[in-house]
């Protein structure tokens, strides 16, 4: 049998005019074929290469934002169709140009999703399992009441769900890049709005044009309101 996978993207994956990811979506996914979905997102990662301004990342327990999911051009007939999928989207993710085949690195990896009346063969679900078991590092670290990734390299949110109609996506698993948030203080938390606006108001670079892009196709988290209030 086959599967019909798409990818589930929440910031630059999309947007972003890298030759390498320009040549991923056009080679690898339906531009034809894409949905907008809500998903729980926040923006939650300090990133060093957009001088220590925050990306987005997967937190289950927050409330819902809007992310594209895209559907993949070629079905899943086997694994080995899987972990290609996952491979190439991680070296568009990564903007890897080292051929060593991976998915996963110390800030993040690919994870799957499959929707819950999906068929999904065991040997698929197993097969997945056994490949994030070779890769070194793979996972997201574990804080408290915070697990991203949960075991055999399964995403842990729900199956995203249309904003047209409320309706599930119609496909039958997706991949997803999900990303080690930087949480801070005692307990750890995510940051809040201010933190994060006023990191984008110190940096000299630019990089608030990743928070406005993401808003301008439709990638948006339930904090960017109180974020746009606080960088006016």
């Known amino acids: 049998m086959a599967l019909n996978a798409g990818v589930l993207i929440i910031g630059s994956l999309y947007w972003d005019d890298k030759p390498i990811r320009e040549a991923w979506r056009q080679s690898r996914l339906r531009s034809d074929l894409e949905f907008n979905v809500r998903v729980p997102i926040r923006y939650g990662r300090k990133s060093l290469k957009r001088g220590k301004t925050y990306s987005m990342v997967f937190s289950p327990q927050c ?9 993949c051009r070629n079905p899943l007939s086997s694994v080995d169709d899987l972990v290609t999928e996952t491979e190439e989207l991680w070296a568009a993710e990564s903007s890897a140009t080292d051929p060593k085949q991976k998915i996963a690195a110390d800030w993040g990896c690919i994870a799957l999703l499959t929707r819950p009346t999906a068929n999904i063969p065991q040997p698929f679900l197993d097969g997945w399992a056994k490949r994030t078991q070779q890769e070194d590092g793979y996972g997201i670290t574990r804080s408290s009441a915070i697990e991203v990734i949960v075991n055999r390299g399964l995403l842990n949110i729900a199956w995203p ?17 999900a990303t080690q948030p930087t949480l801070e203080g005692n ?46």
């Open 63 to 71: 409330e819902l934002g809007q992310a594209k999911v895209v559907a």
């Open 161 to 177: 769900i249309l904003v047209a109609d409320g309706s599930p996506v119609p496909l039958d698993l997706l991949f997803a890049t």
């Open 187 to 232: 307990p750890p938390t995510y940051p809040d709005a201010k933190t994060i606006a006023e990191a984008w108001k110190r940096d000299r670079e630019g990089n608030v044009k990743y928070f406005l892009s993401n808003r301008q196709h439709g990638i948006y988290t339930f904090q960017d309101q109180t974020i746009t209030e606080f960088l006016r």
